[in-house]
């Protein structure tokens, strides 16, 4: 019984450090179930405060739990940047940089003020 404490009161624990970064649960908006690998993957797409996450709970061929995923939901849409008025562009000089080389080259784009 040992076992099954400690890994209800780490299951507790990761629940509490959830909600203080996305809030309290709200819904379950949705849920499916899809094979992957050979297992049995549960996703509920569930609304939190301040997010909306995927929670995935993996299933062994035992039918044990190997898995349980909390990850932000791909399908919501984010709010698209824009620029603040007061930010004048044609002062703006970007420079395109790669850090790293081979495999790991980095791309991206350095702006200055």
Same mark, same amino acid.
């Given at each position: 019984?040992?076992?099954?404490? &400690?890994?209800?009161? &780490? ?7 959830? &909600? ?13 179930? *899809? ?27 035992? &039918? ?9 939901? $791909?399908? #919501? ?5 824009? #620029? ?7 002062? #703006?000089?970007?420079? $395109?940089?790669?850090? %790293? *080389? ?5 791309? %991206? ?5």
């Amino acid at each position: 019984m040992q076992i099954c404490k &400690k890994h209800f009161n &780490k299951l507790g624990e990761t629940w509490g450090q959830l &909600k203080e970064q996305v809030g309290k649960y709200q819904a379950e908006l949705s849920c499916k179930q *899809e094979v992957t690998d050979g297992y049995d993957v549960i996703i509920a797409t569930t609304q939190f405060e301040k997010a909306t996450l995927n929670i995935r709970v993996v299933f062994n061929s035992d &039918k044990r739990i190997s898995g349980l995923f909390f990850q932000p939901d $791909e399908s #919501v849409s984010t709010v698209k940047y824009e #620029v603040p008025a007061y930010v004048d562009m044609g002062r #703006v000089i970007e420079e $395109e940089i790669v850090i %790293g *080389e081979g495999d790991w080259a980095l791309p %991206g784009t350095l702006a200055f003020p």
